[in-house]
């Protein structure tokens, strides 16, 4: 069975901190990943979806990759902001269509 | 941009009503999903739609049935509340799964039930 492990459970920086978020899947078998922003009490938000012939995606600050092979993805935020205080998920998707979810990490971003 | 609705943010009913959750997409989207997001459990598939009238099992469907009789509405009905069925729950769509290229995943803000 697919598991995805998201690393650290709960991380708190200063703003302007440059950050890693991990994400990690114990089937390498999967076709995409893609990354969430959750705010409390919110919905996901989609932030990059990394197609299964890519490595990385990248959107304005954020930069995601993806290494199938050791099964481990990373969201990498730069010049972080207290508007980034968030949970962050990442989801894998499976050659069945199925997705598979992380529990998240919490973001805070300290002014 | 996407459109997922979910027609109520926050509700509360009683151990044993029949509820009714509504989530509309606007784009035509084939397949829709509903999960609930539990703390310490993450978010769990509880059904999926592939198209109109089509309708899957996900990983915990006991206690919850599915309608889909448009393409852009898809209904979650818990048949007989229980207290174990408090949570959030979340819709969302997408295009149909295409093998390796595929569209992104999009999401209802999320209707928080609470049963009492």
């Known amino acids: 069975k697919q598991e995805v492990t998201q690393i650290p459970a709960a991380l708190s920086v200063p703003e302007g901190e440059n950050l890693v978020l991990n994400c990690s899947f114990t089937?390498?078998?999967?076709?995409?990943l893609q990354w969430f922003r959750q705010d409390p009490g919110k919905g996901l938000t989609s932030l990059l979806l990394?197609?299964?012939?890519?490595r990385e995606q990248t959107s304005g600050r954020l930069n995601a990759s993806l290494d199938k092979s050791s099964g481990r993805s990373t969201l990498y935020i730069a010049a972080s902001q207290p508007g980034d205080s968030a949970t962050y998920l990442c989801?894998?998707?499976?050659?069945?269509?199925?997705?598979?979810f992380g529990a998240g990490t919490r973001l805070t971003v300290k002014p | 941009d996407v459109k997922v609705t979910q027609s109520s943010r926050y509700l509360v009913k009683r151990t044993g009503e029949k509820v009714f959750l509504e989530c509309v997409q606007d784009?035509?989207?084939?397949?829709m999903f509903w999960y609930r997001q539990d703390p310490g459990l993450g978010l769990r598939l509880i059904y999926f739609s592939y198209d109109v009238k089509m309708k899957e099992k996900g990983d915990i469907p006991e206690g919850y049935s599915v309608s889909r009789e448009k393409k852009e509405r898809f209904s979650l009905i818990l048949e007989s509340a229980s207290t174990n069925q408090t949570s959030m729950y979340l819709c969302?769509?997408?295009?149909?799964?295409?093998?390796?290229?595929?569209?992104?995943?999009?999401f209802g803000n999320g209707t928080r039930l609470t049963v009492t």
């Open positions: 989801a894998v998707i499976k050659p069945s269509g199925d997705m598979r």
């Open positions: 089937d390498s078998a999967i076709y995409n």
């Open positions: 990394i197609q299964s012939s890519q």
């Open positions: 969302a769509s997408r295009i149909p799964f295409s093998g390796s290229y595929n569209s992104p995943l999009h």
């Open positions: 784009m035509d989207h084939e397949n």
